[in-house]
């Protein structure tokens, strides 16, 4: 039988805070961010976070509290936190706003960019047409007015649009003017898979520089997205832009699930039995101090009334840069996304402020991309705290089992194309199945042609290929084989252990060795014959097959490896049934 939990009423993709609201949905207050806002002292406010975290439904809400309208919306925060806030309450209603969200800009090249601002530009406007009709415009004004209205702008008109709007707003209510840009970013990621980069910074930047730069007009500011493109582009020259990444403590607990709001959340659910395995799949994310649990998928989890623990942020995205990079960047990080699948940490130092032209040719702006899009934990190690680049040095991990299997996923693919696609992966898993080491070796061979770095020092090189074996064995787990590496059994520690799920059937103990590769030089085969052979008297010797025998394992593969270069032998032998004495 299943499990089963009060299904809510949560907004599943509802931006709109003010139809959230009178429709009565489910929410979690998040209104204490508005003051957090206003107190701020930069006039201009950017928050980078990942994709599905709250940032359009955030900036909804700022807008319904701060724009100006002869509409009371007092009802829309009845019984929230901001309504114990007097120094938010002074601000409540008092500002004209310009909202618009760059997520509906298209840029494959500059034309499509411009087309698409253009339309974004007349729904700004249109959000602001009574100036038309209130004698608000002088002659000249209104030429501009309309020619964006009407969707008639050349690039330069296009690009002053926001100084425009706000001077005229400012002039006609008497106040200063709020600009909300909400994934102001996102133009400039597409623009990075269509290789219009450039061309599509440049008429963002301009855009933008329009209504946040040196404008007169301009109260408060703020913008999100995923990342903080840095100042060689969008930011070029603005001085008055304050970042509020996941590294800060400062609106830490605004974007995502606090333990707390998350726990009342499965109450409410009558799910809070389950509050452990949320944990697992959807917490570990870590903003500023503060732990957090993924928005998105605990709202999807929740309105369901049976349980399914499913990856429903990992699933709903679409291929973007992050999965662009991770597979560019594939062979040359292979160590290290191995490591992370161990669920080891790595650590790297990571930027805030991103060079996406530098994404394609620099390899650590990788990881600083994959932590501010939400694919990577990010903690920061105290005792180095900074680098020589003044650069924060964090330890890495996957934040959940959501993202994790997410990137399992892609390593997946990835070695299922290495080996021949998933006919290949079956017969790996049965060579090891059947101890067939002479299958095992084409495979392996076959697989390292394909990686380009495996020419290490000789320090490295054993370390080199156990990764290279558990991110390829990695693949198999789940269904047949529980993989284990560098654990104790018998008298020592064996390289890599294939557990069977169920007794009776097979299990693998593995030891690796590692002759130097010279050039196209192959090692003798006397000396590949007694490198194996002394790779199983190890595995014998100090009996490392004993895990497997107490786990029930019906035969015993003991498989030796010997790698040099891209050549690799193996050689295999059954264990005997003997068992060591009680201890």
């Not at 007349?122 to 000249?140: N, V």
């Not at 440049?202 to 855009?207: E, G, Q, V």
């Not at 002479?438 to 156990?466: C, M, Q, T, W």
Request: aromatic share 10%; net charge neutral.
């Amino acid at each position: 039988m299943g499990v089963f939990m009060r299904p809510l009423d949560v907004p599943i993709g509802v931006s709109d805070f003010k139809a959230l609201r009178e429709g009565r949905r489910y929410y979690v207050d998040k209104t204490a961010f508005i003051g957090e806002v206003l107190r701020a002292p930069p006039q201009v406010l950017l928050f980078p976070r990942p994709r599905r975290f709250g940032k359009s439904l955030n900036m909804s809400m700022l807008k319904c509290f701060l724009e100006r309208t002869p509409e009371d919306r007092r009802p829309l925060f009845e019984g929230l936190a901001v309504m114990q806030d007097p120094d938010a309450l002074a601000h409540f209603q008092q500002y004209p706003v310009i909202y618009t969200r760059l997520g509906t800009v298209w840029a494959g090249d500059r034309v499509e960019a411009r087309e698409t601002l253009r339309e974004e530009a007349r729904r700004i406007y249109e959000a602001h047409s009574y100036l038309l009709t209130e004698g608000a415009l002088a002659p000249h004004e209104r030429v501009r007015f309309l020619e964006i209205f009407e969707r008639r702008a050349d690039e330069a008109l296009l690009c002053s649009a926001l100084a425009d709007l706000s001077r005229f707003l400012h002039r006609y209510h008497g106040k200063r003017v709020v600009i909300l840009v909400d994934e102001y970013d996102a133009p400039l990621h597409l623009s990075q898979v269509h290789k219009s980069f450039a061309e599509t910074v440049d008429l963002i930047r301009k855009f933008l520089h329009s209504g946040i730069k040196d404008n007169p007009h301009l109260a408060k500011g703020v913008l999100t997205g995923i990342l903080r493109i840095s100042n060689e582009s969008i930011f070029s020259g603005l001085n008055n832009v304050v970042t509020y990444s996941i590294l800060c403590s400062e609106c830490a607990t605004s974007f995502g699930f606090t333990e707390e709001e998350t726990t009342k959340i499965l109450r409410d659910a009558e799910a809070y039995e389950q509050r452990e395995r949320v944990r697992r799949w959807y917490q570990g994310y870590l903003f500023g101090q503060q732990s957090i649990f993924n928005p998105w998928s605990v709202l999807n989890f929740v309105r369901q009334s049976d349980v399914r623990f499913l990856d429903y942020w990992a699933r709903e995205s679409p291929s973007d840069i992050s999965e662009e990079l991770i597979a560019r960047w594939f062979t040359q990080c292979y160590d290290d996304f191995e490591k992370l699948l161990r669920d080891e940490v790595i650590e790297k130092p990571i930027q805030d402020h991103i060079a996406l032209r530098d994404a394609t040719s620099h390899q650590e702006t990788v990881w600083s991309i994959l932590v501010m899009a939400g694919y990577l934990r990010a903690e920061v190690i105290a005792q180095r705290e900074e680098d020589e680049d003044g650069e924060p040095i964090c330890e890495l991990s996957f934040p959940n089992r959501e993202v994790r299997g997410k990137f399992t996923r892609i390593f997946k693919r990835w070695m299922e194309a290495g080996i021949g696609g998933k006919p290949g992966l079956a017969e790996l898993e049965m060579s090891l199945f059947e101890g067939n080491a002479e299958r095992l070796a084409v495979l392996l061979e076959g697989f390292l042609l394909k990686l380009s770095n495996y020419d290490r020092a000789p320090k490295e090189i054993e370390a080199h290929y156990h990764v290279f074996l558990m991110g390829l064995l990695i693949t198999l787990e789940g269904r047949i084989f529980e993989i284990k590496s560098n654990r104790e059994s018998g008298y020592g520690r064996y390289d890599v252990m294939l557990i069977p799920k169920r007794p009776g059937l097979p299990g693998v103990v593995m030891e690796l060795k590692v002759l130097p590769a010279r050039g196209s030089k192959v090692p003798s085969k006397a000396k590949v014959e007694a490198t194996l052979e002394a790779a199983l008297l190890q595995i014998e010797t100090l009996e490392y097959a004993q895990d497997l025998r107490e786990r029930g394992a019906k035969p015993i593969h003991q498989i030796a490896v010997v790698f040099s270069g891209k050549r690799a032998w193996v050689r295999s032998r059954r264990a005997s049934p003997r068992r060591l004495p009680s201890r």
